[in-house]
């Protein structure tokens, strides 16, 4: 397939948009910034909690064969011996003699021009100056304890998927299972990337989420079936666009060392089609090699059979923060309302950071007092913020741009009757309604299973 041409522009606002709301920022900013690591405000974390929250609800809540884990980012080092991370986990490197510059070997365009020769004549040789490709390894190494000696080398995890393996038996003691049974776990990794950039989807700090599923062997491949079609239908009941998702299959040069099988989800994302989710048959990789590397056995004892077998492994690996980026890049939308330009992000009501909107029409005449009221009884049940500062059309779209599903309007009618204006995002529709159940009528409606009105209205 084609790859369609990188829509920079879209990129540039939606980090506009971030900054300008408070989702995500340049960290260190006062210092000048820290390249390719960012903040979350308000907003920010409201959203990635929430993805975190839909994932943790389709693992855990929605079946019964998956456990939780949260294992420590620092391990022991053998680990990394182990899973092949400290020899394998490296990216080729060449360094530029005349501009000083690094490139990954496999990501460099030959032709292009070194900056250093610029003010040369053009018939001469202006292209990098490269040195021999060397390998780098991405983790970053740290010191455990106050000497920097090698006996207290230790590296922040480069994925979470190695505290689950050794793990294994731990949770296989204390949670009863058997295979066929996952254990997930969400939390930092850090790879000191060579080329991290277009903004929070390739970053050397990120949040992954994955989850290891222990299957007997001959059941890895309708298991790695399974997985490939849940995690798909996982963004797209999320409201991603259909036509903007696409599952493909890894080619077998492309292949991990552990891997017999693997398929990326991939979103078209302004720089194109790129990776979202990888999927993967890690076989029994994992588990036999911490067997052989800790000397404990990693493996599952069936009382019935009395069959004894190392479980392969089908592991669903996305990152929060990218698939963070892709909700905020699907649910990115310009309108016009009559001649004025809007922004909104038709996020899905279950990823918007706030829910409800409670917005009196000016600051006096007792409109502050009931709304405050109002405020009361929703925050109860949902995230709800109150705002009261400028004019009603200015509230309206500070709502829209930061993707709040409803807006309860007091005006002076509700303090004759007691009803209040409910303002949909998307529609735009305003419908009067009742203070009393008001709150019944929100919950329900955000509680109905409904894909995001971008997505039914394009389907
Ligand atoms: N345990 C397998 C594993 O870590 P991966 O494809 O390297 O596989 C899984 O990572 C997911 O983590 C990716 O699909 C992506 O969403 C996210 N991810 C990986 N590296 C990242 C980075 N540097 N910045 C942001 N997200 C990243």
Known sequence: MTQPPADAATMEKIVALCKRRGFIFASSEIYGGLGSTYDYGHYGVLLKTNVKNEWWRAMLQERDDIVALDSAILQHPRVWEASGHLAGFTDPMVDCRACKKRFRADHLDREE????????????DRRHELTEARDFNLMFKTFVGPMEESASVAYLRPETAQGIFINFKNVLQFSRKKPPFGIAQVGKSFRNEITPGNFVFRTREFEQMEMEFFVPPDEAPQWYDHWKQQRLHWYVDLGLREDHLRMREHELDELSHYSSATADVEYLFPIGWSELEGVAN??????????????????????????????HVIEPAAGADRATLAFLVDAYDEDDLGGEQRTVLKLHPRLAPVKVAVLPLVRKDGQPEVAGEIVAALRTRMQTEYDEGGSIGKRYRRQDEIGTPFCVTVDHQT?????????????????RLAIDGLVEVLVERLAREWRSPKVAAEA
Request: proline content about 7%; some cysteine; hydrophobic content about 25%.
């Open 113 to 124: 021009m070194c900056p250093a020769k610029a003010s040369l004549p053009k018939t001469d």
């Open 282 to 311: 890690r076989g029994n990789f994992d588990l036999t090699q911490h067997a052989e590397y800790s000397g404990e056995k990693l493996e599952y004892f069936d009382p019935q059979s009395k069959e004894r077998y190392v479980p």
């Open 415 to 431: 303090l004759q009757d007691r009803t209040v204006t409910l303002r949909d995002r998307d529609t735009l529709e305003q419908e």
